[in-house]
T-cell receptor, first 113, second 110 residues
Framework: GNSVTQMEGPVTLSEEAFLTINCTYT??????LFWYVQYPGEGLQLLLKATKADDKGSNKGFEATYRKETTSFHLEKGSVQVSDSAVYFCAHHSGGGADGLTFGKGTHLIIQP | DAGVTQSPTHLIKTRGQQVTLRCSPKSGHDTVSWYQQALGQGPQFIFQ???????QRGNFPDRFSGHQFPNYSSELNVNALLLGDSALYLCASSFANEQFFGPGTRLTVL
C-alpha cells in the first residue's frame, strides 16, 4: 500500500547549519511528492513539490529532488535559521488530484541561535 | 482571498455524542478533502468531496460522514464519538494538483 517514511525527530541544529530530512515512499504509479510545514499553532503550508522523476522543488532556500530509483524525496537547506523551527511533513498522492494525500509522521525541527 | 476557513476552532464533546465540523474552500476551488491529525502524528486522509459526491475514502469507519454543498463548502460529521476521535481535523481545498489547508478544528472528546 501507499506509505511515507521520514526520519523521526526532534532534530536539533544550530543556526546556519546544513539541514537534511530524509523521506522515502511507497506508492503505485507515479506519485506527486510534497513537503508541508506546520508552524506552532498553525495549519499545514505547502513548502515545495515535485510532480515527476528528477524534478527539483524549491522554496525559501529549501530543496528536494524526486528520486524515482531510490523512491526518495529528501529535504535540504544550506543554512537554517531560527525561524525554520517547525514540523515538516513529507507527503504524496498518485496524481490527478483525486487521491487523498498520504503523509509521513512528521519531523520536528528545532533551530537554536 | 480568505483562504480555507474552518469552524469552530475548538470543540469539546463527550463520548457518544455527535459533532459537525465546517469548511469553506479557497475561492475557485471545487474539491474538499478532510484529514484527521492525532497529536504527534501526520494527517490521515478521511475522504474527499467533488461535485457534491464522495469521490474517495480513506480507512475510516462509517461513523465519519460528510457533505458538500453547491457552493463547494463542506461538513464533516462524526457520530457516536469515541475518546480516540480526539484530534485536529483539517480541511483542504484544491482545484488541480495542489491542496491548501485550513487551520483546523481541535476536537476533544471527554
Amino acid at each position: 500500500g501507499n506509505s511515507v517514511t521520514q526520519m523521526e525527530g526532534p532534530v536539533t541544529l544550530s543556526e546556519e547549519a546544513f539541514l537534511t530530512i530524509n523521506c522515502t515512499y511507497t506508492a503505485t504509479g507515479y506519485p506527486s511528492l510534497f513537503w508541508y510545514v506546520q508552524y506552532p499553532g498553525e495549519g499545514l503550508q505547502l513548502l515545495l513539490k515535485a510532480t515527476k522523476a528528477d524534478d527539483k522543488g524549491s522554496n525559501k532556500g529549501f530543496e528536494a529532488t524526486y528520486r524515482k530509483e531510490t523512491t526518495s524525496f529528501h529535504l535540504e537547506k544550506g543554512s537554517v535559521q531560527v525561524s525554520d523551527s517547525a514540523v515538516y511533513f513529507c507527503a504524496h498522492h498518485s496524481g490527478g488530484g483525486a487521491d487523498g494525500l498520504t503523509f509521513g509522521k512528521g519531523t520536528h525541527l528545532i533551530i537554536q541561535p | 482571498d480568505a483562504g480555507v476557513t474552518q469552524s469552530p476552532t475548538h470543540l469539546i464533546k463527550t463520548r457518544g455524542q455527535q459533532v459537525t465540523l465546517r469548511c469553506s474552500p479557497k475561492s475557485g476551488h471545487d474539491t474538499v478533502s478532510w484529514y484527521q491529525q492525532a497529536l504527534g502524528q501526520g494527517p490521515q486522509f478521511i475522504f474527499q468531496y467533488y461535485e457534491e459526491e464522495e469521490r474517495q475514502r480513506g480507512n475510516f469507519p462509517d461513523r465519519f460522514s460528510g457533505h458538500q454543498f453547491p457552493n463547494y463548502s463542506s461538513e464533516l460529521n462524526v457520530n457516536a464519538l469515541l475518546l480516540g476521535d480526539s484530534a485536529l481535523y483539517l480541511c483542504a481545498s484544491s482545484f488541480a494538483n495542489e491542496q491548501f489547508f485550513g487551520p483546523g478544528t481541535r476536537l476533544t472528546v471527554l
